[in-house]
């Protein structure tokens, strides 16, 4: 299986996020994913926030990069968020706001596929130049896309 996340992601899962703190953006796009996976919108609720009791997922960079498994779907879904906003209080790893957050929601089964996927997520997004660009889009869909797809 060829885990490169572009793949998976659609016009469909990118979005122009409008909430001013964490739990307004993350609660967008976990709508969004129950919408895409068809799963219960409280699991992916539940799973989510479990993981950011974990570890924050804000890698740094104006990055964050939510990422759960779950039952019940046959592959992967990549929502892409640009913030409208700096999410200052998401809790980077390098304290700094977050402006774009990548949000996988993957199958349980296959971990090696699993980690594969978040590799080429993470190997694609630690680019700062792709962050910017995104961030210039002003929540453009199109070019969203377009840039996601033209970097793959």
Same mark, same amino acid.
């Given at each position: 299986?060829?885990?490169?996340f572009?793949?998976?992601?659609?016009?469909?899962? %990118?979005?122009s996020?409008? =909430?001013?703190n964490?739990?307004? @953006?993350?609660?967008?796009?976990? /709508?969004? *994913?129950?919408?895409?996976?068809?799963?219960?919108?409280?699991?992916?609720?539940?799973?989510?926030w479990?993981?950011?009791q974990?570890?924050?997922?804000g890698?740094?960079?104006?990055?964050?990069l939510?990422?759960i498994r779950?039952?019940?779907?046959?592959?992967?879904?990549?929502?892409?968020?640009v913030?409208?906003?700096? %999410?200052?209080?998401y809790? =980077?790893?390098?304290?700094?706001? @977050?402006?774009?957050?990548?949000? /996988?929601? *993957?199958?349980?089964?296959?971990?090696?596929?699993?980690?594969?996927?978040?590799?080429s997520?993470?190997?694609?997004?630690?680019?700062p130049?792709?962050?910017?660009?995104?961030?210039?889009?002003?929540?453009?869909?199109?070019?969203?896309?377009?840039?996601?797809?033209?970097e793959?």
């Open positions: 299986m060829n885990n490169d572009a793949q998976f992601v659609t016009k469909e899962s %990118i979005m996020l409008s =909430g001013r964490k739990l307004e @953006v993350m609660d967008q796009l976990i /709508t969004r *994913a129950a919408e895409l996976t068809k799963l219960d919108r409280d699991v992916i609720f539940r799973l989510i479990k993981r950011e974990m570890m924050t997922t890698v740094g960079g104006k990055l964050a939510p990422h779950v039952n019940d779907i046959l592959h992967p879904f990549v929502l892409v968020g913030c409208e906003n700096p %999410i200052s209080d809790q =980077g790893q390098d304290d700094q706001p @977050v402006r774009v957050i990548v949000f /996988t929601v *993957a199958p349980d089964e296959n971990q090696e596929a699993y980690l594969q996927l978040l590799s997520i993470s190997r694609r997004f630690r680019n130049e792709l962050i910017e660009k995104l961030i210039e889009t002003d929540g453009n869909i199109d070019q969203i896309d377009a840039l996601i797809h033209a793959a």
